[in-house]
């Protein structure tokens, strides 16, 4: 099959499309021909070199959406020409964090598609279907991709983990990307006044359609003052940090007494400056979020599907597009999502209908 394998960490330009052997199904696996897979920034930080659990030479990805042309041993549920989307990583079932409903915690099967899972930057893709979802009928591929991993995870954060309520204000940093666009939309949906923070201009009538009541643009990333003017210095009652490093200590600044922050990216892999006072004085929430379960990218398809959720699929780039990809994602020229589709033949791929 074709692939894009990454031969060694570090740039974009590390990223080739070579001719693999197609892999196999093994038990409790089917095997995908992978129709679309999305680029996330996490597959930039995996492409760096940031993640452990990543050994090159490395397929990234995932994102995937695919048709299953093939069954392993002791599947049930899953048959040829089924169509899957991939959660971005596995879990065990049986463990007291999967049995109590937060698969996201589990220490038995933490694998991930794209690190220790070959990913779908390929033509084909062998998946355990403890990964997978179905989806609907109708849905188109590229969407059906992305979906885990932005409405996926926007469900993650703003319900399972964020508990917003209607009239409150929610405060999104990194609101243009993938996972912001979606985080904005859900949270307008389910009745919070959403402020988008954006280092760019170019991005305020997206996240305007997206359903942001304010959109405070700071290349600089100084937001907390304007936040606090807007709620009338009492600050948000939540946010969602999707930034992480870099606009950590604004975010705190910004928050409401009682406020919680929910931490679902580090795009840059920094630290931070913590005064706990901050946290005391005013009884924050600091919570993580990590990966989408299979309850929840079921939500989230079905939002998709019906419409209420609208997918941000900016360009399908054929396999060759993957470093393209990641340079543009890198330097921050994408609004929504990039996806690469092994169907796209390159270099003709723009010219196809
Ligand atoms: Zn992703
Ligand atoms: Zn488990």
């Not at 840059?268 to 901050?278: F, V």
């Amino acid at each position: 099959m074709q692939a894009v394998v990454l031969e060694q960490f570090g740039a974009a330009s590390h990223l080739a499309v070579h001719t693999v052997p197609d892999p196999r199904p093994g038990p409790g696996e089917v095997l995908l021909r992978v129709r679309a897979c999305g680029v996330c920034y996490h597959d930039i930080i995996n492409r760096r070199g940031s993640l452990p659990r990543t050994s090159v030479p490395a397929i990234l990805g995932h994102e995937v959406a695919g048709e299953v042309i093939e069954v392993g041993a002791g599947v049930t549920g899953w048959s040829v020409g089924d169509r899957a989307a991939t959660l971005q990583r596995l879990s065990c079932g049986k463990c007291p964090a999967c049995r109590s409903g937060r698969p996201s915690l589990c220490k038995y099967d933490n694998r991930f598609f794209g690190e220790e899972l070959a990913g779908g930057y390929a033509g084909l893709m062998a998946a355990p279907v403890a990964g997978l979802g179905r989806i609907p009928d109708g849905m188109r591929w590229e969407v059906a991709a992305t979906v885990c991993c932005t409405a996926g995870t926007a469900v993650h954060v703003v319900r399972t983990r964020g508990r917003i309520a209607a009239g409150e204000t929610v405060l999104v940093t990194g609101a243009s990307g993938g996972v912001g666009l979606q985080t904005v939309q859900l949270a307008r949906l389910d009745g919070a006044r959403v402020i988008a923070i954006t280092s760019s201009a170019s991005k305020e009538a997206v996240l305007r359609r997206a359903g942001a009541s304010e959109v405070i643009v700071s290349p600089a990333l100084q937001f907390a003052s304007e936040v606090r003017r807007l709620t009338h210095g009492e600050g948000v009652q939540a946010a969602i940090e999707i930034v992480g490093s870099a606009t950590f200590a604004q975010t705190l600044k910004a928050m409401a007494p009682g406020g919680r922050v929910v931490v679902v990216g580090n795009l840059e892999s920094g630290t931070i400056d913590l005064n706990p006072g901050l946290v005391i004085v005013k009884e924050l929430e600091i919570i993580g979020a990590y990966a989408t379960t299979q309850r929840e990218l079921e939500t989230a398809l079905n939002l998709t599907h019906e419409g209420l959720l609208s997918p941000f699929v900016t360009e399908v780039l054929p396999l060759e597009g993957a470093a393209e990809a990641h340079h543009r994602l890198e330097n921050r020229e994408v609004t929504g999502r990039l996806v690469l589709s092994p169907d796209l033949q390159a270099p003709s791929a723009k010219e196809a209908p």
